[in-house]
T-cell receptor, first 111, second 115 residues
Framework: DVKVTQSSRYLVKRTGEKVFLECVQD?????MFWYRQDPGLGLRLIYF???????EKGDIPEGYSVSREKKERFSLILESASTNQTSMYLC??????????FGDGTRLSIL | AQSVAQPEDQVNVAEGNPLTVKCTYS??????LFWYVQYPNRGLQFLLK??????LVKGSYGFEAEFNKSQTSFHLKKPSALVSDSALYFC?????????????FGSGTRLLVRP
């Protein structure tokens, strides 16, 4: 079974901090994705990656960056956290056009 | 532009009754369509997908979905609801023409099955 692990379930940070969210998958998937989930808005794609060191902007990349130095790990970085980045963050991975597999999410609060 | 609409924020149904969760989509070209379910404090779990072929797709936990090209719909159905089906359901779409593997998700529908 595919396992996508997000390093923290809950995280509280302060405005202006640099925040790292980590995601690891164990199935050698090429594709990895970061979403944020907000009530009434569904999931919105922040960034995705096809392969190591490759990244593509999603629909809402402003204020975020990503890093993919190893195939199994995809990190989301909030360069300078702001209160409007308080949200649930979901990581997913997939093999080609197969269904995406999701982690359990990180609920991030920015104070 | 690709989009997905889930017109109902919440669907209420009694246990044992059939349920339907609605989804309509807009894409260029033919669609790949997906349903996911999210239980509290968990990530999304894949339920079923439509790629091509039979318009009625069967998935996990007794769920099925019907692809209707003329109505651009992909409604999720189950003949007999269980209390344990109560969760948040997301429809997602990707165009066959899009090689990026990105999915566009709907806003979600909360299903509440009462005993």
């Amino acid at each position: 079974d595919v396992k996508v692990t997000q390093s923290s379930r809950y995280l509280v940070k302060r405005t202006g901090e640099k925040v790292f969210l980590e995601c690891v998958q164990d199935m050698d998937h090429e594709n990895m994705f970061w979403y944020r989930q907000d009530p009434g808005l569904g999931l919105r794609l922040i960034y995705f990656s096809y392969d190591v060191k490759m990244k593509e902007k999603g629909d809402i990349p402003e204020g975020y960056s990503v890093s993919r130095e190893k195939k199994e790990r995809f990190s989301l970085i909030l360069e300078s956290a702001s209160t409007n980045q308080t949200s649930m963050y979901l990581c997913a991975s997939s093999f080609r056009d197969q269904p995406q597999h999701f982690g359990d999410g990180t609920r991030l609060s920015i104070l | 532009a690709q989009s997905v609409a889930q017109p109902e924020d919440q669907v209420n149904v009694a246990e044992g009754n059939p349920l339907t969760v609605k989804c309509t989509y807009s894409v260029s070209g033919n669609p790949y369509l997906f349903w996911y379910v999210q239980y509290p404090n968990r990530g999304l779990q894949f339920l079923l997908k439509y790629i091509t072929g039979d318009n009625l797709v069967k998935g996990s936990y007794g769920f099925e979905a019907e692809f209707n090209k003329s109505q651009t719909s992909f409604h999720l159905k189950k003949p007999s609801a269980l209390v344990s089906d109560s969760a948040l359901y997301f429809c997602a779409v990707r165009s066959v023409m899009d090689s990026s593997y990105k999915l566009i998700f709907g806003s979600g529908t909360r299903l509440l099955v009462r005993p």
